[in-house]
Each structure stands twice: as C-alpha cells, then as structure tokens.
C-alpha cells in the first residue's frame, strides 16, 4: 500500500522560509511523477508544482515561479518542497501526490495523482 506522509509545516513570517517534506513507502519511489498541491481557507485545492519521475521536466505555478523549489532525493524516497520569500496568500494545507503508474508525464490537475498524503499546514503571518 502506496503511503505519503509530510512534514515540516508550520508558521512563519511574511519572507520566511519552510522546507516541507514527504516521505513515500509502499513502492519504489523513482519511477513516478510527484507534485505538490495545495488548499486554502475557503478554496479549491490548487496545484503548485510537478516533477517528472526523472527530475527533467517541472512545472511551477505562476504563483510561486521563482520563490518555490521542488526537488527528491531517491535514496530517502522523499520529494521536498523548498518555499521562499513567503507570502501571507501561500497560507494553506499542502499536499504531496505520486501519479498512479511510471513514467507518466507530470500533471497539473488533482486526477493525474492517485496517491495523497494527509497535508500539513503552512500559516504565513506576523
């Protein structure tokens, strides 16, 4: 059984910087397409960025273009989210998301992962 489990949430100041964590188990970690997603107070879950199974190809949200980072580690079987120069509209439950099967191309939308971690929340605020 495919799990996602994340850490590193918490709050931090408008600039501040988190690193969130998600450690997969249940299968080999490498081969699959990983992103991030994430839901505010009140909104749809919303995509913020997705990293082929590779590390070639990402896609970052407008939103956070130049102030997140995605990147994995294979041998720790963790995919990180490094985030930057916060803003208080970054406040939300982040997810991590694996795709369903390998070598998939990484998607931006909510059905092209099948497997959800259980989120950890971010409060940008002074």
């Known amino acids: 059984q495919v799990q996602l489990v994340e850490f590193g949430g918490g709050q931090v100041q408008p600039g501040g910087s988190l690193r969130l964590s998600c450690i997969a188990s249940g299968r080999s970690f490498t081969p699959f397409a990983m992103g991030w997603f994430r839901r505010a107070p009140g909104k749809e879950r919303e995509f913020v960025v997705a990293?082929?199974?590779?590390?070639?190809?990402?896609y970052y949200a407008d939103s956070v273009k130049g102030r997140f980072t995605i990147s994995k580690d294979n041998a720790k079987n963790t995919l990180y989210l490094q985030m930057n120069s916060l803003k208080p509209e970054d406040t939300a439950v982040y997810y991590c998301?694996?795709?369903?099967?390998?070598?998939?191309?990484?998607?931006?939308?909510?059905?092209?992962?099948?497997?959800w971690g259980q989120g950890t929340l971010v409060t940008v605020s002074s």
């Open positions: 990293m082929s199974w590779s590390g070639g190809t990402i």
């Open positions: 998301a694996s795709a369903p099967r390998p070598f998939l191309p990484p998607g931006m939308g909510t059905s092209d992962y099948e497997y």
